[in-house]
């Protein structure tokens, strides 16, 4: 009687761990699904980067998780003013202020609907005040719509040299599918100043508008020494974000630098850095 018992309980319990391996081995490509989906988000989820750049050789002169793709705040905004130059010819042309450019999040230049301004001020207020709602606006006069103008964009990128980036809008503010690398962000930087009027603007500590009076918030134009332009760039997700280019001895040197806390002491450590080499 005590066998019986006994054989009947190990086939119950041999059945039983069957079932559960069936059951595990069944379930295990949605895991590894779940796995990977997870593994692509974290690919792009922010981390400390930068990379210092020889603008005139393109050689890379310092660097760390330069080719990381991740969200690159207003940066982007160096790639919406470019685009722009090379689609627009008239700058002093001026255009009523639509509803939605008053609607931005963000930073701002503060537009009013119904105002006239020209393309020109509109630059000088992307670039120096990082105004969202300025990004908003030059992107339906250029092309039609944030979805039309990210085409645009990405065909400057791509122009650029830039391989490893993404743009659905012109001011940067956080979308999945809105990425790019330190890397890549030195090579469209550098393809910009290629341009005399957008390495004017980027240069300018402030600009004297019609509406108003634009000051630059990037301080490594008064902080570094043979500085020439860049871009700053925040939000929450990004972290802090800055793009600085500077000239010492005919040396031309493009330093992006994303999700530092202390963006400003780490990339002049990095431009003296990148002025030693050779």
Aim: glycine share 8%.
């Amino acid at each position: 009687m005590t066998i019986k018992i006994s054989s009947f309980f190990k086939f119950i319990f041999a059945t039983a761990l069957s079932l559960v391996l069936l059951f595990s081995f069944s379930v295990m490509p949605n895991s590894t699904a779940y796995g990977d989906n997870k593994n692509k988000t974290d690919a792009k989820k922010p981390i400390p980067a930068y990379c210092v750049m020889d603008m005139d050789t393109g050689k890379i002169l310092v660097s760390s998780n330069e080719n990381h793709q991740q969200g690159i705040a207003s940066l982007t905004k160096v790639v919406t003013a470019i685009t722009v130059l090379e689609n627009m010819e008239y700058l002093e042309k001026k255009y009523c202020v639509p509803k939605s450019a008053t609607l931005v999040e963000g930073s701002s230049i503060y537009l009013q609907k119904g105002e006239p301004i020209s393309v020109k001020e509109l630059l000088y207020g992307l670039m120096l005040r990082s105004g969202n709602d300025s990004a908003h606006m030059l992107s339906q006069i250029i092309g039609g719509s944030n979805e039309g103008f990210g085409e645009l964009m990405n065909e400057t990128a791509i122009n650029a040299g830039a391989t490893d980036s993404n743009f659905t809008n012109p001011h940067g503010l956080d979308e999945i599918n809105h990425y790019s690398t330190a890397y890549d962000l030195c090579k469209i930087t550098s393809y910009a100043m290629k341009n005399p009027t957008f390495s004017e603007i980027s240069g300018s500590k402030k600009y004297q508008g019609e509406r108003t009076t634009y000051f630059n918030k990037n301080k490594m134009l008064n902080l570094y020494d043979g500085a020439t332009g860049g871009k700053t760039g925040y939000t929450k997700k990004c972290g802090r974000c800055l793009i600085t280019t500077a000239t010492r001895e005919g040396k031309n040197l493009v330093c992006v630098v994303l999700n530092q806390p202390d963006m400003w002491t780490l990339s002049s450590s990095l431009l003296d850095q990148g002025f030693t080499k050779k």
